[in-house]
């Protein structure tokens, strides 16, 4: 057994050995070619790297990609109009050459869209925005989901870089990404970008809400504390400070059923008696009497007659008023 193992390495082994690594190439962003060859494995020896486009000359690799101290990958710079002609590579080791042909129109792969950002407009629509380095000629997919479900994708019109979700449910968590390519009028690439950073919309944002409930667990006994300081401190400041409390908390008088008499509602200054306000009937009383009207006919001698006014008097002998006439003849 271990004879035949021998007698099949020493006839294929070198022919397996002399087999390169196939070498496949993709446009990166319209601004480099990047080539590899260890889709397989890691080559065992480094290979020697270099590449032209159809109508350029040839240029060894100036940015290798290593792996485990093996080169495995060259990035090759290149202009946006060089994917239209045929890209050639030649991988050398020692005196052996591996030359191949890509053609790589339609192997472009665009950087992910950034800065996504979303608004709730007037609309009461929810619109997605984001940024693309490369503007013209790039189509768009987008994929959402609502709650963590199912991701639903969907096409955007090239060279729009929003997307509209009608009438989103203000209850729900809305998560949504995108990528891009080159569309069929510049050379249609088959190569998506890869997928951009989430952006979320929602009341049930786990991050928005932990940051909310942290800041309130932490600010809520402080608080707490603070209006409980202030309010003992007011309350000993009414209790010490007694012009104080009343100009904050006047005195309003309590009309009582048990005394009618108006006067006694009011209160009166330190050192002044409510008897220094009773009033003092004990003067003599003065009775007034009226005098009437007296005629007297003519039964004297003469013919006269005596007139006499009225006369008001009273019993304490003060006279009123008193006036005596006489007629005339």
Request: charged fraction near 20%; proline fraction near 5%; hydrophobic fraction near 35%.
């Amino acid at each position: 057994m271990s004879a035949r193992l021998l007698l099949f390495l020493c006839l294929f082994g070198p022919i397996m050995a002399q087999n390169p690594p196939d070498v496949t190439c993709r446009v990166m962003n319209l601004e480099y070619v990047h080539c590899s060859w260890n889709s397989q494995s890691v080559p065992e020896v480094n290979y020697t790297f270099s590449s032209w486009f159809g109508n350029k000359k040839e240029s060894t690799c100036d940015e290798y990609v290593f792996e485990n101290n093996t080169a495995v990958g060259c990035n090759q710079p290149c202009e946006k109009g060089d994917r239209f002609y045929t890209f050639h590579t030649v991988l050398r080791h020692g005196d052996k050459t591996y030359p191949m042909a890509h053609n790589v129109k339609d192997k472009v792969q665009l950087n992910p869209p950034t800065n996504l950002t979303v608004k709730n407009e007037n609309d009461f629509n929810l619109w997605f925005y984001w940024n693309q380095s490369t503007t013209r000629c790039v189509e768009y997919k987008v994929r959402y989901r609502q709650n963590n479900n199912k991701w639903e994708e969907s096409k955007v019109a090239a060279e729009r870089q929003s997307y509209c979700i009608n009438f989103p449910s203000s209850t729900s968590r809305y998560e949504l990404q995108v990528r891009s390519r080159i569309t069929d009028s510049c050379g249609k690439s088959e190569i998506w970008s890869d997928w951009s950073e989430p952006v979320v919309w929602g009341s049930n944002n786990s991050t928005h809400t932990n940051i909310i409930n942290e800041s309130m667990s932490v600010w809520t006994p402080v608080l707490y504390a603070v209006g409980a300081i202030t309010l003992i401190l007011l309350v000993l400041m009414l209790l010490h400070y007694e012009r104080l409390r009343i100009i904050l908390v006047p005195v309003v008088p309590k009309p009582s059923l048990k005394s009618p008499d108006v006067k006694d509602w009011f209160q009166y200054p330190k050192g002044l008696m409510k008897e220094g306000f009773k009033a003092n009937y004990n003067e003599q009383a003065c009775l007034v009497r009226e005098y009437t009207y007296i005629s007297q006919s003519a039964t004297d001698s003469t013919d006269t007659s005596v007139l006499t006014a009225t006369t008001y008097q009273t019993d304490c002998s003060v006279l009123i008023a008193g006036i005596e006439s006489e007629d005339p003849p």
